[in-house]
């Protein structure tokens, strides 16, 4: 079917400048569209701006440049966002309210604090006793969250002198409370290092010649981010870490933070399974991780080269720090921009050539395959790249995508019934498409977009959405572009058009088309009072068939390259009508463009 048109919501803060749109889903009643544009981000729901305590527009400052929004990459969690670039730290994007949020940078240390006032003294000497050797003994403490179950830093050593190995011999190890802690971890200092001799929920604990076990020993703090060449360009959530890779020092590094502790990077000697893990891809070239995403079947990974499959292996369901298989999937490469998930399929987009390609696990293959989707429209995609993409799956599962010369084309993607198929979109007033995201609202995936228009001579940025396609009455038919609204009282004379001063406009005022008018002081003029009134810029939807092969006809042989005589048209249609045919494209004023009947008996 033909698209919906597409509904003004407002235009961004800085019209002359470059603007991101980035999605915020909490779940399917709350979400949000942030502007970023040049060091501000501001904040659209339901297609309005969200406004701050005491009127005006809610804004957040951030650190990024209007030039390096194309290469934000972000993941969400809840109420937190992760925002990643390879010029920046690492930034977290927090919510507590409509307008209230947080741009803060994550240190990535333990967020549970090591306890204080450590000490160790000797409870039960054993000197003066037969066979006493005094020993030196050495003792570390660590606080374990309530909340989450993470382990701090080790706190600084105490130590004292006795001999445990006599009966009798008791050393206490103490320290003062940290607040949220629900038990307090003691190591103690055995054979070169530090081993686990006991936990408790107490302020302090006895060593009565406890055996250290070295095996299970403290935290060791961790920043793999700090400082410029240290910032990741990619992000993902996998298996309950998050994980960050590729800085421009370390292209080719994959960092996973401990299991359930987002900003703890910190590991153990030996390590835990639910330590941090880093690890590296060795290939024939170093090329930089593009992307990442958590799998059916592992962390997916795709390089500027290949793509890579990060799982446990036969020995483990989960990645840890011991076990780690990195599996070659092809050698295609990947753009910058970001993949897309359409249920358990990834489409990426290629490294060079245009191409989009899907990509999912076959279980008779026993490997990650996909297939070129472009190859039947490369017409759509010669010398162009693909600058941005969302993927709406309902109602028509359908992914919006943003070519680098400001086009847009869209792909119907359904692959369970082996369906694809691309349609280029055209607006008016010199839209230059620049970006495109999707949020749910009221049911249905809602594709955003950034739309650079030429407005009165002036090149103006707005943010336009895909008004919905379901309606039940011809009145409530969304088929203009920019385009706003009326409902009330019948009126002849609608104002509050001035994103649209100085255009050409159509109207669709009652059910009735309205042609030839002109914004003028922001307002058009009716010739007839209606009640609901959309009015915007005009676009059409034109098909084009392919060239009609009957194959091989008697006495004539193939009718390709022969004129052909055509008589008659019969078309099946939905909800349609102003149906114009003729030989090729004219436009609806050709001199043999040719006006379908419609049924007299119905609105279409």
Known sequence: NNRAGLEFVGEVKASGQRT??????????????????????????NGGLILAVGGGVYELVSPYASADLDELVFAQEADVMYIVHPKYPVKKLSRFADNTWTLTEPSFPPAMTAPGGVTATVKS?????TGYKVHTYRYKVAAV??????????????????????????????????PGASKYVVYKFSNGSFGYIGSTTDLYLDDENITADTADGPQIGRNPFDGPGNYPRAVTFIQQRLALASTDNEPQAVYLSQTANYENFGYASPAKDSDAITFRMRARQVNIVRSM???????????????????GGSASDAITPSAIVIANQGYRGAAPVQPINVGETVLFAQRSGGVIRDFSYSYGDDAWVGKDLTIMSRHLFENRSIKAWAYAQAPSSIVWVVLDDGSLVSLTYMKEHE????????????????????????????????????????????????????????????????????????????????????????????????????????????????????????????????????GMVADIGSVQGRFKSV??????VEKTRGIFIGPRDEGRDGERIVEFKQRSTEAW
């Open 419 to 550: 369906v694809w198929a691309w349609t280029r979109h055209e607006s008016g007033a010199g839209a230059v498409f620049e970006d495109v995201t999707c949020i749910a609202e009221g049911g249905e995936d809602v594709p955003y977009f950034v739309v650079k228009r030429t407005i009165d001579g002036v090149a103006k940025r707005y943010i336009e959405r895909l008004h919905s396609r379901a309606f039940d009455r011809v009145e409530d038919a969304f088929f203009v572009d920019c385009g706003l609204t009326y409902s009330g009282p019948p009126v002849t004379r609608l104002i509050g058009l001035m994103h649209l001063e100085g255009c050409e406009v159509v109207a669709l005022a009652d059910g009735n088309v309205v042609r030839g008018l002109t914004v003028e002081n922001g307002a058009v003029s009716l010739p007839v009072a209606a009640a609901k009134v959309h009015v915007g810029l005009p676009y059409a939807a034109v098909l084009q068939t392919l060239d009609l092969d009957l």
């Open 567 to 572: 008589s008659r048209v019969v078309l099946r």
């Open 293 to 311: 995403l958590a799998a059916r079947y592992g962390l997916l990974l795709l390089t500027s080269s290949a793509e890579w499959v990060v799982t």
């Open 20 to 45: 991101r749109l980035i999605p915020f889903q909490f779940n399917e009643c709350q979400s949000y569209v942030i502007e970023f544009g040049e060091h501000t981000l501001r904040f659209w729901r």
């Open 125 to 129: 000497s054993t000197s003066g006793e």
């Open 145 to 178: 969250s309530a909340a989450t179950g993470e382990e701090s830093l080790p706190s600084g050593e105490a130590a004292c002198d006795n001999d445990l190995s006599i009966d009798g011999g008791i050393n206490r190890v103490g320290w003062t409370a940290v």
